[in-house]
T-cell receptor, first 110, second 115 residues
């Protein structure tokens, strides 16, 4: 069973702080990794993708990948109340199939 | 990205009936996918729909229950057949735009309630 694990949260951070979201995966052969943001009642929206070990930055978002530890993280700098959502980690396990984690709910308080 | 639409956006159906969900994308794509998101749960892949071939179903999903059509490169349908309350869920289509890197973009979803 190819699994993706996330802490369900909620993760509560004050406005302006850094939010750190974590994800582990079981399939060592996975090659591509994605973070989606899902607002309540809406569909998932792609935030970041990462394929190589290390960090990838896009605006306030940084994705970090460590394939040896089978670990992916998403950092959100200067968190805003509008960042409050569920963040889904997804792993491509081959043949373009994505396996999703259960998501981490993030709450950013003003 | 692409503009992806789904119809209907929501529906309430009676047990034993069937509902067909449509997914339309504004560009030609090879790979389309159908997911289910049950209340409070994450996304589960139902099947992959490629134009010109039969859909490929994931474990636990069968064609008789979830028949899929893919008549062209911009359109697909998913039918939820002989519905029961356990089928109440959000159904989402996604597309791979073929830009490499296997990135998927999601439609707005169809919220289905079965009474």
């Amino acid at each position: 069973q190819k699994e993706v694990e996330q802490n369900s949260g909620p993760l509560s951070v004050p406005e302006g702080a850094i939010a750190s979201l974590n994800c582990t995966y079981s399939d060592r052969g996975s090659q591509s990794f994605f973070w989606y943001r899902q607002y309540s009642g809406k569909s998932p929206e792609l935030i970041m993708s990462i394929y190589s070990n290390g960090d990838k930055e896009d605006g306030r978002f940084t994705a970090q990948l460590n394939k040896a530890s089978q670990y992916v993280s998403l950092l959100i700098r200067d968190s805003q109340p509008s960042d409050s959502a569920t963040y889904l980690c997804a792993v491509n396990t081959g043949f373009q199939k994505l396996v999703f984690g259960t998501g981490t709910r993030l709450l950013v308080s003003p | 990205s692409a503009v992806i639409s789904q119809k209907p956006s929501r529906d309430i159906c009676q047990r034993g009936t069937s509902l067909t969900i449509q997914c339309q994308v504004d560009s030609q794509v090879t790979m389309m996918f159908w997911y289910r998101q049950q209340p409070g749960q994450s996304l589960t892949l139902i099947a992959t729909a490629n134009q010109g071939s039969e859909a490929t179903y994931e474990s636990g999903f069968v064609i008789d229950k979830f028949p899929i059509s893919r008549p062209n490169l911009t359109f697909s349908t998913l039918t939820v057949s002989n519905m029961s309350p356990e089928d109440s869920s959000i159904y989402l289509c996604s597309v791979d735009l073929g830009q490499g890197l296997d990135t998927q973009y999601f439609g707005p979803g169809t919220r289905l309630t079965v009474l």
